[in-house]
């Protein structure tokens, strides 16, 4: 699957899609492949902080338990809450309808220290 050119990537395999100052995060298709079938997604709490690189939430499929890490620090104004039902959306759609969360971001320039497309894909290979 080709990467979004739009988005920023950390090493963790999260993605972030910043549009002003609103961030919207969720997993690359890579770390979806690695899962396998999602079956469980722990969101975050509305209104909570999150620490850029820090835990935030926790994947679950048929092969392993994964934690979630922010690739940007901010505050939870919006979660994904189809996840619930649908975790499988994180494998079917990761940059689409499978996003994770929403956050104002709390300081921009953090997006400086993430990976762009092509550095991502060379980091993956």
Known sequence: ?????????????????????????????????????????ELPDVGSSLGQFAT????????????????????????????????ELLNSDPFGDGWIAKVDLADASEVDALMDADAYTAETA
């Open 56 to 87: 935030f939430g926790v994947v679950e499929s048929v092969k392993a338990v994964s934690d979630l890490f922010s690739p940007i620090s901010g505050e939870v104004v919006e979660v994904n809450e189809t996840l619930r039902e649908s975790p």
């Open 1 to 41: 699957m080709a990467l979004p050119d739009d988005l920023r990537y950390s090493k963790e395999h999260e993605w972030v899609r910043v549009e002003g100052s609103r961030a919207t995060i969720g997993i690359t298709s890579f770390a979806a492949d690695e899962l396998g079938d999602i079956v469980f997604v």
